[in-house]
């Protein structure tokens, strides 16, 4: 039985950090395409960054580039997201996600992902 369990959030104000963590059980970070997802109040899911097992390219959507870091730890089984110069928009509940694929083809496609955490909140405001 797969299980994501994410953890890190909290509130924060705007232009500081958090760091999420998704520790997984019952799957190999590293054996297959993981990303996070968000979704803020009354809005649809959406994706926020993916990291294949195939490559170390990084898949990032383009209001957190250059913002937001995804890495994993293999011997943690862990993947994280490191959110940096957090501004309002990002409030939302954060969502780890994973395939049994190895690449992420399409990574923004919730319905390629098949498994989810519980998702953690993350509240930026002053």
């Known amino acids: 039985q797969v299980q994501l369990v994410e953890s890190g959030g909290g509130s924060v104000q705007p232009g500081g950090s958090l760091r999420l963590s998704c520790v997984a059980s019952?799957?190999?970070?590293?054996?297959?395409?993981m990303g996070w997802f968000r979704q803020a109040l009354g809005k649809e899911r959406e994706a926020v960054a993916a990291f294949p097992a195939t490559t170390d390219y990084q898949y990032y959507t383009d209001s957190v580039r250059g913002r937001f870091t995804i890495s994993r730890d293999n011997a943690k089984n862990a993947l994280y997201l490191q959110m940096n110069s957090l501004a309002l928009e990002d409030t939302a509940v954060y969502y780890c996600?994973?395939?049994?694929?190895?690449?992420?083809?399409?990574?923004?496609?919730?319905?390629?992902?098949?498994?989810w955490g519980q998702g953690t909140q993350v509240t930026v405001s002053s």
């Open positions: 996600a994973a395939r049994v694929a190895r690449g992420c083809p399409n990574w923004p496609a919730k319905e390629r992902y098949d498994y």
């Open positions: 019952g799957y190999t970070v590293s054996s297959g395409c």
